[in-house]
């Protein structure tokens, strides 16, 4: 079973930077995949990036290609996505993502 933590959520004015986190642990499991989605209130959960361990490929949703950058911590296992030029569009709770297993989310609040 894998567990995520995420961290670093809070409020960020318009245009200015955040950076989450996201703590990968459990049993000895490679995933290949990890995940970032976030849902803002009343809407579905959509996909936000994508990154791939091995290798580091990355693959991002429209809406924050350009601005946001998925990565992996060098020597523990954690992954970051770093939110640069943040919109009011982003306010969202984001979510870790490996296969079936899901953090609790980290809330983003950007003001205008």
């Known amino acids: 079973q894998v567990q995520l933590v995420e961290s670093g959520g809070g409020l960020v004015q318009a245009g200015g930077s955040l950076r989450l986190s996201c703590a990968v642990s459990g049993r000895t499991f490679s995933p290949l995949y990890v995940n970032w989605f976030r849902q803002a209130p009343g809407k579905e959960r959509e996909f936000v990036a994508q990154?791939?361990?091995?290798?580091?490929?990355?693959n991002y949703a429209d809406s924050v290609k350009g601005r946001f950058t998925a990565s992996k911590a060098n020597a523990k296992n954690t992954v970051y996505l770093q939110m640069n030029a943040v919109k009011p569009e982003d306010t969202a709770v984001y979510y870790c993502?490996?296969?079936?297993?899901w953090g609790q989310g980290t809330q983003v609040t950007v003001s205008a």
């Open positions: 990154l791939r361990l091995s290798d580091g490929l990355t």
């Open positions: 993502n490996v296969n079936s297993a």
